[in-house]
C-alpha cells in the first residue's frame, strides 16, 4: 500500500484535496458567496456539485466514483430540494453510500455543505 500522501490547495486548516492509496478525500464544499447571497437551497446546491466535479477532475476521478458522501443542510425541511438536485447530477446505478443531516453550518448565509470521499478512475 502506498505511503504517499498528496495534499492539493492546502493552507493552515485544510487541503482541498488530499489523494491516498487510490482514494480522494473533499473538504467540505460550500457554494460561494454570490450563491450563498440568493440563499436557495437548489442554487446552493448546483453550485457545490460544481466545485465537487472540478476537484474530483483535478484530483484524478469523478461523480462515478464516489464512495462515500456526507451532506449538511442547515434545516432539514430543504431535504427534498436538495435531493431533487442531487438526483439529476448522479448517474443511475452509481450512488454513494450517503449521509444527509441537519447541521449549524459556518456561516448563516449557507444551506448545503458536503464531504466526499472517491475513488481515483
Avoid at 51 to 76: C, F, P, Q
Avoid at 87 to 103: F, K, L, N, Q
Wanted: charged content about 15%.
Amino acid at each position: 500500500m502506498s505511503t504517499t500522501i498528496e495534499r492539493h490547495h492546502t493552507n493552515a486548516r485544510m487541503s482541498k484535496i488530499v489523494r491516498h492509496g487510490g482514494l480522494v478525500y473533499l473538504c467540505g464544499q460550500t457554494a460561494n458567496a454570490g450563491a450563498s447571497a440568493h440563499g436557495e437551497i437548489a442554487a446552493q446546491t448546483h453550485e457545490t456539485l460544481a466545485r465537487v466535479d472540478a476537484l474530483l477532475t483535478e484530483a484524478g476521478s469523478d461523480r462515478e466514483h464516489l464512495l462515500s458522501a456526507t451532506i449538511y443542510l442547515r434545516d432539514i425541511g430543504d431535504f427534498a430540494a436538495m435531493n431533487a438536485v442531487w438526483e439529476s447530477w448522479i448517474a443511475p446505478g452509481t450512488a454513494p453510500a450517503r449521509t444527509t443531516v441537519e447541521a449549524r453550518l459556518a456561516s448563516p448565509n449557507l444551506l448545503f455543505e458536503i464531504t466526499i470521499v472517491a475513488a481515483a478512475s
